[in-house]
C-alpha cells in the first residue's frame, strides 16, 4: 500500500507557522507522502474569514513555496458552498482510491468532533491524526467516546496499513501563535516576524490586508 497522505484543512486567515511547523512534524514523524495544505471556500463552524478566497489560497501558495512534502490543494474554493469536511475526504478518496488518508486535526477540534457536519462517516474515509503538546497523556479507553476505543493505532505503521479509521495521538512542538494575534497586530502595526513565512507577510503588506479592520 501507497504511503499515507496528510490532510490539514483550516481557513488560514492568514496561514502561518503555527500550521506549518506541526504540518512539517506529522510529515516526517509518519513517514507521509505529503500533507495537503487545504483552505476552506465557507467555514461552516466559525465567522467568514476576513480575507478574501483569493487571498487566502495565495498566501498559502506562497507559504508552501519551497517547502518539500507540503501541497495546497484547492478543491474546497473550486467545489464552493460550506466546507464540509466530509464532501472533501469524499473527494480525496475518489482520487485516491485505497490510499491511506490521514486527517490531520488539533486537540480541540478531535474533542468537538461529533459536532461536525456528517461525523460519523469521518471515519470511513480517513485516518485520524491527533497533534497534542509534549507531557499530553494518552487517555485510557476509557476517556475516549465509545465510537473511538477500538481504532487507537499504537505506531504510525499502522496507518500505512488501512485506507481509514484509525486514531492517532502525534506529539508535536507547541506554537504560541495564533491568527487572531497576527491580524490585531497587523491592524495596530506591530511587527509580526516570526509567525509567519516572509513572503507570506510581504503579501499580507503589499495587499493591505487586516488594516483597519475589526478582528
Same mark, same amino acid.
Given at each position: 500500500m501507497s504511503k499515507p497522505l496528510g490532510i490539514l484543512g483550516g481557513t488560514f486567515d492568514p496561514i502561518h507557522y503555527g500550521h506549518l511547523r506541526p504540518a512539517q512534524e506529522v510529515l516526517r514523524a509518519?513517514?507521509?507522502?505529503?500533507? =495537503?495544505?487545504? /483552505?476552506?471556500?465557507?467555514?461552516?463552524?466559525?465567522?467568514?474569514?476576513?480575507?478574501?478566497?483569493?487571498q487566502r489560497l495565495r498566501m498559502a501558495e506562497l507559504a508552501v513555496s519551497g517547502i518539500p512534502g507540503l501541497r495546497v490543494d484547492d478543491r474546497e474554493i473550486r =467545489?464552493?458552498? /460550506?466546507?464540509?469536511?466530509?464532501?472533501?475526504?469524499?473527494?480525496?478518496?475518489q482520487e485516491f482510491g485505497e490510499r491511506p488518508l490521514c486527517l490531520l486535526l488539533g486537540l480541540d477540534a478531535f474533542e468537538g468532533i461529533e459536532t461536525w457536519h456528517q461525523w460519523q462517516r469521518l471515519p470511513d474515509l480517513a485516518h485520524f491524526v491527533v497533534m497534542t503538546r509534549p507531557g499530553w497523556i494518552f487517555p485510557a479507553g476509557e476517556a475516549l467516546p465509545s465510537w473511538a476505543r477500538d481504532r487507537l493505532a499504537r505506531a504510525p505503521g499502522d496507518l500505512a496499513q488501512a485506507r481509514a479509521g484509525k486514531i492517532y495521538f502525534q506529539t508535536v512542538t507547541p506554537q504560541d501563535i495564533s491568527a487572531t494575534r497576527i491580524r490585531e497586530a497587523i491592524a495596530r502595526g506591530e511587527p509580526v516576524d516570526g509567525l509567519l513565512p516572509p513572503a507570506v507577510y510581504e503579501y499580507l503588506r503589499a495587499n493591505r490586508i487586516y488594516l483597519n479592520r475589526e478582528n
Open positions: 509518519l513517514d507521509l507522502a505529503e500533507v =495537503r495544505i487545504i /483552505p476552506a471556500a465557507n467555514p461552516p463552524h466559525r465567522r467568514p474569514p476576513l480575507a478574501t478566497v483569493e =467545489r464552493g458552498g /460550506p466546507s464540509y469536511t466530509v464532501l472533501t475526504l469524499e473527494s480525496l478518496r
